[in-house]
């Protein structure tokens, strides 16, 4: 028995690959990344906190914070207010701000950065400014027991506008469950 030439083995290969073996690479991707999303459940959090504002004077902050993450990146409104103090001329802050944020995945002790962007107002008596802020910050969500957990946080916000301080430091510490 005879090979047929290798010319003609060639020849018979297509130049092209078919349409199917162009479009398995992709859909095979977005099968295993829909598979893994799947199988990661959505979590949600809600934190009441208690701070301190920094700048001009140390104030009393609180607030809460609502959220949602999937594994390492994670979502979440917060709102915070602290009040003025005419006799030393410091103005009340009220901000409303949606941060995204990325976490470690798993631990007693999940560390987490965040970017934000929101409103603000700040009022001393009949003045007012409301307008847009940024917000940079991170922290710890430390487990306590079961889904109670301490969140520690530090944010620098940004203010625009004209407000009486463009840069507000804040720290706080909540107690954040997770559902």
């Known amino acids: 028995m005879r090979t047929p030439p290798l010319r003609a083995i060639i ?12 479009t398995a690479g992709p859909v095979a991707a977005l099968t295993a990344l829909l598979t893994l ?12 906190f208690l701070g301190s504002t920094t700048s001009p004077t140390t104030r009393a902050t609180r607030g809460f914070a609502l959220g949602a993450n999937l594994v390492i990146v994670g979502f979440e409104f917060e709102y915070a207010g ?21 976490q470690t995945p798993f631990g007693a002790i999940q560390f987490y950065g965040l970017l934000g962007a929101g409103l603000y107002r700040e009022q001393l008596g009949e003045d007012k400014e409301t307008s ?7 922290g710890a969500k430390v487990s306590l027991a079961g889904p109670l957990r301490l969140r520690l946080d530090y944010r620098l916000f940004n203010l625009r506008g004209q ?16 559902f």
Request: hydrophobic fraction near 35%; proline fraction near 9%.
């Open 11 to 22: 020849g018979c290969m297509p130049s092209q690959p078919s349409s199917h073996a162009r």
């Open 37 to 48: 999303l799947a199988c990661t459940p959505a979590r949600a959090d809600a934190t009441l």
């Open 82 to 102: 602290m009040s003025e103090d005419p006799m030393m001329d410091v103005p009340s802050l009220k901000t409303g701000m949606g941060n995204v944020y990325l």
């Open 132 to 138: 847009t802020a940024t917000a940079v910050g991170g």
């Open 163 to 178: 407000p009486r301080n463009t840069q507000v430091h804040r720290v706080y510490a909540g107690l954040n469950l997770l």
